[in-house]
């Protein structure tokens, strides 16, 4: 099994459309109503969908690259906002936090082997 993608609900498309180019996300469909994106690294995908009512979207999104402080520092000077810039965390994931412009969570991270291998993984 593998996860395919996640999607997204945003209040202005074309605002939203521009934050994820802005990050570096190859726009692969484009319609008023929804894009998909493509992660520069690898084979995942995200989405937006554009919601016409009020919503409060609890989920946080993780994009992970090996040079986090280089990319946010990048972001930085591109204008884009953080409220947490790159910090390690307890859980040995060094991690940046940001809004989207509809509100999402979003999380630049690296891990390293912890990602997937961090001391306390259950055998």
């Known amino acids: 099994m593998n996860l395919n993608q996640v999607t997204l609900p945003v209040n202005d498309m074309k605002k939203a459309v521009e934050f994820y180019q802005l990050l570096g996300f190859t726009l692969i469909v484009d319609t008023p109503h929804y894009a998909r994106f493509e992660c520069p690294e690898g084979n995942s995908t995200f989405s937006l969908s ?5 919503f409060s979207n609890g989920a946080t999104i993780y994009f992970e690259h090996e040079q986090l402080d280089e990319w946010v520092n ?7 906002s953080f409220s947490q810039m790159p910090t390690m965390e307890r859980y040995l994931w060094k991690e940046a936090v940001l809004l989207d412009p509809s509100g999402n969570q979003i999380k630049l991270y690296w891990a390293g082997d912890n990602r997937l291998n961090p001391p306390w993984r259950v055998n």
Do not use: H, I, R, Y
Not at 50 to 54: A, F, G, I, K, T
Not at 74 to 80: H, I
């Open 50 to 54: 554009l919601e016409s009512e009020q």
């Open 74 to 80: 990048t972001l930085v000077d591109k204008g884009v």
